[in-house]
């Protein structure tokens, strides 16, 4: 490594790094940074990763320390580091360790904070909320059990890490394992980037590890992920998902892939109420209640289940009410699975702090140029608004503005012209307006999907896409996420909502599953209107994830 | 233009400048006791004769102190200097009173001789002209002041920094920053450490006087709370080298410094800059008290006063861009991130980019998000169609960025033609509208001298018409019949730009060029005081002193004048001279005491030298004018006032424990 140009890594002094990904060295750079560091976008050239007081904890809970760190941005580093970047990696990386949390012998009701630096022992008493938790005991404090989850999560607020180094319950035992051959007789082989992130998550069973959040693509197998984590645990697991369909998703998956009988296996949902030893379960359920200011009567699950092993589908939808829960929870091995750790509502310490720390997470473009998910052709069709509509959306409001461009009637007309270019293809038509979905279903003569969906329905209506008989699916938002229709290869996005880049990269993540030919998306946007910025954020999460959108005009 | 006179007639001009008494005082010490009556050309002639001598020189050039040599530097780049000037220089190394009194003896030693050019209320030394050329190449040497260069040693150079100017244009243009003192607010509280990474106060108050920078140098201009940003102004700075941008950073620190004097010394920072950019190709650290004293030199060169050289130069270390010329020439060619553009729309580059095709665009095709190891910029729809607004096109942006990046994405293409087609939906002129009767509108329509003039067409009589050629379209219509065109009628008038024009970029003055070729003949190289050479012939002409009979007090008084150095040659032991000892008393010598101070009121040769005792028991040396003595019946004491800042004090006769009576100058009375 004696020559410069074969170091592929810029580290700024503002902790982020550029990785020039055509440097013949990037790819064993990354595998290197991915420890401490977290990607924050990954287009074609160049990458960014920011190094952050989480992710430097992250890389000290798994073992590796600042000096490593600073070791291993030394061999990669273009340029002399940064001074502030040593200076913060020191004292912040180091804070990890700082503060343990640990079983305190013969106390039942009890756990042990350790504090070894006194300057954090004076932060810590000084915050009238946690001292409230604390009982000064010897060398440390005593911190009831069941507020281990605050606990950690107001100390984080003070970028305080608490390496939590009491073992988590193993949970009552099932026995799972792989079917080498699935019931549908496909033969099954775990990819190695699967068994990567599950075992990021799972280390080597020491404390502090056991939880976490593994960021994937769409179509890339989160799945198959979870249940990896399942066999290697083996203990009673939950899984909560985001909506019916998911949850019978999840069940054929299991049933399909892991030796367990069918009895073991239960779905607790607004249909049925089963607890066994694999339950899979909505966020819905969970949180629904008979009024505002009532219990949720459907959490016991979540606390009573004596599980082993609880797994977050769709963690960036995880719903408040479920965070709560979670904090009283620590006990249990705890796994999010997620494609865009992006949450509109930036509660993503929380999921830090409460599921667990992201463990892994892998650029969409490499999964892509290995064949793991389809290769996409994003493409943004500008579409005119008819002279009638000029002036209604000159006059409205910003809300009716959006809404008049996405309602466009002119869409319609080209979803047909471009159902009509892909004749082969499985074709969604995913929208966000009902009124526009409906008239689109009878246009195209396609059935429709949308929240007041009989849940047999769409499953129904899942099923016959899935077999190939039912060509074109009209979908609302509820198929944004957790839907695995793997033959769907085009998709035509006619009105979102607003700027969710989220929504796009799901929505997008529809038609990820591989496949022989590339996969289609396509944006209708309304020109010289306000959807077109709204489609500009919409793109940005994907655009930093290598992906180029076409620009159309319909004329 | 009057001819350069030749360093002898400099020199028998400045001898000639001499009062007859200074004159016969100085010359008995070199050539003995004079006659009367005397030949005073002749006098100067063995004088010359004496200081032209190979021999007589060489002992000159051994008999010189380090002190000497960082005086009679000072002086040689000064050119002329007040005693003031060359001991501002070293004021910070040595106790006041020690420099003055060297000052004093190179006086006395001939080394140093009033110029005769410098005018009665500022009267100047200047570098024995007979001497100048020799010491210049042997004995002196820029080192002296600013410290000699160890092995690999690159000198310093300063200079701004491109890409905070262009990074601060680019967020004035697309993230309307508003004025001075609103973008002063927005860049302190929100891009200074999310975009430049400023976090401590001394890393804002630098970008703060880069933004300041823009406003001085007319590149935004104020126009009520908004600004405009002119692209010709900052498209001409970015084309500068780095010494002249420089320049313009200087000039502002300058004007911070001294908001009242935007542009009253025009010509004085430019001879200030360009003698402090020619010395500091001499200077080898980042420290301080060399920098002052650069700026010492360049502010007497220049003739421009600093009110506050300390936070001058404070600002000078905030501000610009140190670099040691080889070490960052060799970082400049490491490896270097090339401008990438990316799928993101992100371009990413190290160092700074470079015109393509002398166009330099970057920062009105798109936002700064980042300055720091990796710069990079960020192209949206806001930034295209504001750089649309800005008269450039789609072509235009596509073959730049094709030029710079080589990356650049299939689908920016389509993007930019869009958005170019977008933007091309309404279309804003600025013009003045002509309206005519129909037959001066026919006329219009088809004189050729006016076509160039017309912007539109709007109807047969109606007409918008350029502004900025006004004045030449009402004389071509004035041509043609229309005796009186009416004036102009409009709801406004676009105002003028209230400031006045920004500092000119002159090709450096004559000044200047002579600083360039003394600084060649001093050198950077290290010069070596001969000082065993030196000590060897104190030894020397004391052995012949000691050889000489003579009674105690002339004994005394040849040792003295041989450890002032103003016996060089055997020729010199001349007992007749008389008595040159510096008069003192100290101790419980309390009438001595009072009688110094007494001689010494309002003396215009005389100085007292008075070592103060402190309440702790240390001392302190006071270098005193006195101006008066003050009596009691209990106490003695003398009002002072205090060099050189010029303070009053008033002194009790007990507290100094000893005075020393000290000559103000040799040649010049206060």
Sequence with gaps: MNNMADKPLIVQSDLSMMLDVHSPSAELARNDLLAFAELVKSPEHVHTYAITAISLWNAASAGIGVEQVLERLARWSRYAIPEPVTFHIREIGGRFGCIRLELHHDDQDHYLLTVSQERFAREIMARKQIAAMLKVAGNGFLVPRYQRGELKLQLIKLNLPVDDRIPLDRGEPVSLAFRSVSLRGIPFVLRDYQKMAANAVLGNGEPGTGYGTIVLPCGSGKTVVGMEIMTRLATRTLILTTNVAAVHQWIAEISDKLSIQSDQVGEYSGMRKEIKPITVCTYQVLTWRADKAGDFPHMRVLKEGNWGLIIYDEVHMLPAPVFKVTAELQAIHRVGLTATLIREDHREDEVFSLVGPKRFDIPWSELESKGWIAEAECTEIRVPLPRELEIPYAIGNKREKYRIASENPEKIQIVKDLIENHPTDFILVIGQYLDQLKTLAKELDAPLITGSTANARRDELYRLFREGKQRILVVSKVANFAIDLPDASVAIQVSGTFGSRQEEAQRLGRILRPKQQSSHFYSLVTRFSSEEEFSANRQKFLTEQGYTYHVEVWE | ?670
Excluded at chain 2, 196 to 209: I, K, N, P, T, W
Excluded at chain 2, 535 to 541: A, G, K, S
Aim: glycine share 4%; aromatic share 6%.
């Design chain 2, 1 to 670: 233009m009057s001819a350069i006179p030749s360093r002898i007639e400099l020199w028998e001009r400045s001898m000639a400048s001499l009062s007859d008494s200074v004159f016969l005082d100085l010359l008995k010490n070199f050539i003995g006791k004079v006659p009367t009556p005397f030949h005073r050309p002749q006098l100067v002639k063995q004088l010359t004769t004496l200081f032209s001598s190979e021999d007589f020189i060489t002992r000159v050039e051994v008999s010189l102190s380090e002190s000497d040599c960082r005086l009679l530097t000072g002086c040689a780049i000064l050119g002329c200097a007040t005693q003031d000037e060359l001991c501002s220089l070293l004021i910070d190394e040595y106790p006041y009173a020690a420099i003055q009194q060297n000052v004093v003896n190179l006086e006395e030693r001939l080394l140093l001789v009033p110029d005769p050019e410098s005018i009665g209320s500022r009267p100047s030394l200047m570098l024995n002209p007979l001497l100048m050329q020799r010491l210049l190449s042997k004995s002196l040497a820029i080192g002296h002041l600013l410290g000699f260069p160890a092995e690999g040693d690159s000198p310093l150079s300063w200079h701004a920094d491109k890409r905070i100017v262009r990074a601060l244009a680019s967020l004035h243009m697309h993230a309307s920053l508003g004025n001075l003192e609103r973008s002063e607010r927005l860049l302190a509280s929100r891009h200074a450490k999310s975009i430049f990474g400023a976090e401590d106060a001394r890393s804002v108050e630098r970008l703060l006087l880069y933004n300041r920078l823009l406003f001085v140098s007319d590149i935004v201009v104020p126009n009520g709370k908004n600004v405009r940003v002119s692209t010709e102004r900052l498209q001409m700075v970015l084309n500068e080298d780095e010494k002249s941008l420089g320049r313009r950073l200087f000039s502002t620190l300058l004007q911070h410094i001294h908001p009242q004097d935007r542009q009253r010394y025009e010509r004085e920072v430019q001879i200030f800059y360009e003698t402090f950019h020619q010395l500091l190709a001499y200077a080898w650290e980042d420290d301080p008290l060399v920098l002052k004293k650069i700026c010492t030199i360049a502010s007497h060169r220049s003739a421009l006063a600093i009110g506050n050289m300390d936070e001058f130069i404070r600002l000078l270390r905030v501000t610009g861009v140190w670099k040691h010329g080889r070490d960052g020439d060799a970082e400049d060619s490491a490896v270097t991130l090339r401008p990438t553009l990316d799928s993101d729309l992100t371009i990413s580059f190290t160092g700074d980019v470079q015109p393509v095709g002398n166009k330099d665009i970057l920062h009105c095709i798109s936002v700064v998000r980042k300055v720091d190891v990796v710069t990079s910029y960020e192209i949206s729809k806001p930034t295209i169609l504001r750089a649309f607004d800005l008269g450039l096109s789609a072509s235009h942006i596509l073959a730049y960025l094709e030029g710079l990046t080589h990356t650049t994405p299939a689908s920016l293409n389509d993007l930019i033609r869009h958005w170019e087609a977008e933007f091309g939906a309404i279309t804003i002129y600025d013009g003045i509208l002509v309206k005519t009767d129909e037959r001066l509108g026919r006329i219009i329509k088809v004189l050729p001298a006016v076509q160039s003039h017309i912007i539109r067409i709007i109807e047969d009589t109606l007409f918008l018409m350029a502004r900025s050629t006004e004045q030449q379209w009402r004389e071509i219509l004035g041509a043609t019949g229309v005796l009186i065109l009416p004036s102009s009628i409009s709801e406004h008038t676009f105002p003028q730009s209230s400031q006045p024009p920004s500092v000119t970029l002159d090709t450096p003055q004559p000044p200047i060029r002579e600083l360039r070729m003394l600084l060649g003949d001093l050198g950077a190289q290290t010069k070596m005081l001969q000082t065993e050479q030196g000590d060897r012939l104190q030894r020397e002409l004391r052995s012949l002193i000691d050889a000489k009979r003579l009674q105690k007090a002339q004994k005394e008084e040849l040792v003295a004048r041989l450890e002032r150095k103003l016996i060089l040659t055997a020729s010199q032991i001349d007992a007749t001279v008389g008595r040159t000892q510096t008069l003192e008393a100290s101790g419980f010598d309390f009438q001595g005491k009072l009688n110094l101070c007494k001689a010494a009121v309002n003396s215009s040769v005389d100085l007292l030298e008075l070592h103060m005792l402190e309440p702790d028991g240390g001392t302190h040396v006071l270098l005193t004018e006195v101006k008066e003595f003050i009596r009691d019946s209990k106490e003695a004491a003398i009002r002072v006032r205090v060099l050189p800042n010029g303070e009053e004090r008033v002194i009790l006769i007990d507290k100094v424990f000893r005075v020393r009576k000290l000559r103000r100058s040799i040649f010049f009375q206060a």
